[in-house]
Every structure is written in C-alpha cells, then in structure tokens.
C-alpha cells in the first residue's frame, strides 16, 4: 500500500499489538475452517482498505485498521474465517473491491 | 483545477471537475471495461450465444450453457491483478474463475459504466459532480481499478515503487532541460503518472468525505 498519505497513519499505532490482536480475536468471526487471507500490494491506499473492511465485514475502525497494518507490514493479513461457502463470498467481495485475496484452510500457513 | 469531494447537507457527496479531468476519467473507465472484456473474451459472440440458448435444440442449449459459463484466465498482466487467482491451488483457482468471474466481471463493468454516465450527466465544462451512497461506491470501485490498470502500466510492484517512478521522472525532466529530446515513449508515461495521481487523490478524497 502507498504510505504517502498522512490521514492514514491510524491512531491505535501507540497501543500494543496484543492489544489489538485480544480484541481482533473476539470480534472476527472464528468459527470454521477457512480463512479469506488479503495481501499487500502497491495500489490500494491505505484508507480505501480500511474503507472495505469496515464497510463489508461491518468491523469497528480499530479492528479495521490494525487489520490493515498487518497486511501492509506483514504482507498478508486473514481477515475473516468460517464456512468454505462463506469464505468463497468474502474473497470474491475483496476482489469486487479490487484487493488481492485467497482462500486457504486454516492451519494451512 | 479539481476541487475535493465534501459532504453536502443533504447527505449526497460533490467534487468539482473540470471538463478535461471528466474526459479523461471517462476514457480511462471506458479503456478499462473494454480491455475487460477483451481479454476475458466477454461480448465475443454474445447475440450468437443468446440465440442458441434459446434454441428449440437441447444439445445447442447445452453447449450454449457451457460456453457462457467458461472462465478464461486472464492473459493480460493488469486483468490479472483485477481477477486474481482465489486460491494458491491452480484447480481451486480454476473452479473459482468458472464459478464467479464473469459475475465478478459483470459488476466492475457495471461499477465503470455508471461512472462514465455520471461523468456524462455532469457535462463538459468545469463543474459539480454530484454522487449519493451507493454511486460513492461505485465511484470509488471504479477508480480503484483504473487505478489498478495504469499501476501495472507503470509497472508498479512493491509498495513505494510510485516514487521511484516520480523520482525517475523528475530527474528525466532536469535531464531533458539540460539538452534537446523528448521521446514518445516517455511523454507517455508522464500522462500515466499524472492521471494515477489525478485518481488516486480523487479517491482519496471521497473515502475523507465519506468518513
């Protein structure tokens, strides 16, 4: 993701990861075993995938934008989980929004 | 000179563009759903298909059914970043582009369309462009994945490789004033260079005032 764009720097940077990733845990849906896994690519900006994830998955914008960071900073980011049918839905949703994403069974990676 | 998308009183979202920056939005959008349907070979032999599918002869039916749901795997390197792969597995991946690409190509040439139309509505001179929720979306889709195209035009890969591009660019203008040259090549990519950031601060623009 282009980093050139100040608004973006979200303002949980000060907190801890594992207080974020507590609280990812608790609001993602954790059941089943697929994952929708979103990687970091040179296009999309930083706010418009804050943007889809708040607006498809309904997350809150903490949980949204530490997602966000993950994929930018790790490269990859699994941003939902559950049945295969619905991880099919999610990744063709990303990909309608334009973001690079797969499939995977969890524990795959 | 454009001026940034803010949220109106009455909920609907505005920019303000001139004529040539609608133009040239238009036609990128229009390049971007043609080379779309190009490559994924959408449109090629549609009426044909269409009347077989309504055809009085099963087998002719069938054979319709199945040719309407064939999948191509892109051939061109930015239809590739706009329908990637869905799965790391290459039989996944093919299921997933038999299953949902054309639906998925379907609502991109949609999002491109309404944008084009919106632009046409708005006219040709210097002046508002007005867009409620759901069209802000499809705005925002869209410029995305013009975005997209003109990135892998620029050969964009990693995250910063824009500024490269910038860079190379800036130091190509100070070598052309130090002496005579100016290939066509070049002109070209300086046009890519300023409608991506034409798009991309559009873009951003709309996520602020949807915020």
């Known amino acids: 993701m282009p980093v050139d764009l100040p608004r973006a720097v979200p303002r949980t940077r000060t907190r801890t990861r594992t207080d974020t990733a507590s609280e990812e845990r608790t609001t993602l849906e954790t059941e089943g075993p697929w994952c929708t896994v979103v990687w970091n690519d040179p296009v999309n900006l930083m706010s418009y995938v804050v943007f889809v994830f708040r607006r498809y998955f309904g997350y809150s914008r903490v949980v949204a934008e530490q997602l966000m960071m993950q994929v930018h900073e790790d490269g990859r980011a699994i941003v939902s989980r559950g049945s295969r049918e619905k991880v099919e839905t999610d990744v063709q949703a990303m990909h309608s929004f334009g973001l690079q994403s797969t499939i995977e069974k969890a524990g795959e990676v | ?211």
């Open chain 2, 1 to 211: 000179m454009a001026h940034a998308f803010r949220r109106r009183p009455d909920g609907s979202l505005a920019c303000r563009l001139d004529g040539e920056e609608k133009a040239i939005i238009a036609q990128v959008a229009q390049e971007t759903a043609d080379l779309i349907r190009a490559d994924l070979g959408i449109d090629a032999g549609g009426d044909a298909l269409r009347r077989a599918a309504e055809s009085e002869d099963p087998l002719r039916r069938l054979e319709a059914e199945f040719a309407g749901r064939e999948a191509r795997t892109p051939s061109d390197s930015a239809v590739r970043r706009l329908f990637p792969a869905a799965s790391e597995d290459p039989s996944l991946a093919e299921e997933y582009r038999r299953l949902g690409q054309r639906d998925l190509a379907d609502g991109k040439i949609a999002d491109l369309r309404r944008v084009m139309s919106i632009l046409d509505a708005a006219g040709g001179g210097h002046g508002e462009v007005v867009l409620d929720e759901d069209e802000a979306l499809s705005m925002l889709r869209a410029l995305n994945d013009v975005r997209i195209v003109l990135a892998d035009r620029l050969g964009l890969q990693r995250d910063g490789d824009f500024d490269t591009v910038r860079m190379l660019q800036q130091i190509g203008e100070r070598v052309e004033d130090a002496g005579p040259s100016g290939d066509e090549e070049h002109v070209g990519s300086d046009i890519v260079i300023a409608v991506y950031e034409l798009l991309s601060w559009l873009q951003e623009s709309l996520l602020r005032a949807l915020d």
